[in-house]
């Protein structure tokens, strides 16, 4: 489990003059932190960060697949 306050911080300065938390945001964060996904999500959605339900949304819109990973990853280099 990630300590709540660093989570917050990061997840602050991803978010930052943004008004939607996005999957290029749930993978950067959650490769800051060298954690899946899903369990970021999860986390995030445990300590009040993000709305409960954020992880179904992201599912029931296309889900965070292998695809969308590489490509945030790609574009970060």
């Known amino acids: 489990m990630i300590p709540y ?3 917050k911080t990061v997840y602050d300065i991803h978010k930052a003059r943004q008004t939607k938390f996005t999957r290029r945001m749930a993978i950067n964060i959650a490769d800051w932190f ?3 996904v899903r369990d970021l999500i999860h986390q995030l ?4 960060i993000v709305k409960q339900g954020t992880w179904d949304w992201f599912v029931a819109n296309g889900g965070i697949t292998a695809d969308h990973i590489r490509q945030v990853r790609e574009e970060r280099v």
Do not use: A, F, M, S
Request: glycine letters at 20%; aromatic letters at 0%; charged letters at 40%.
């Open 5 to 7: 306050g660093e989570l």
């Open 34 to 36: 060298n954690v899946p």
């Open 45 to 48: 959605e445990r300590d009040g």
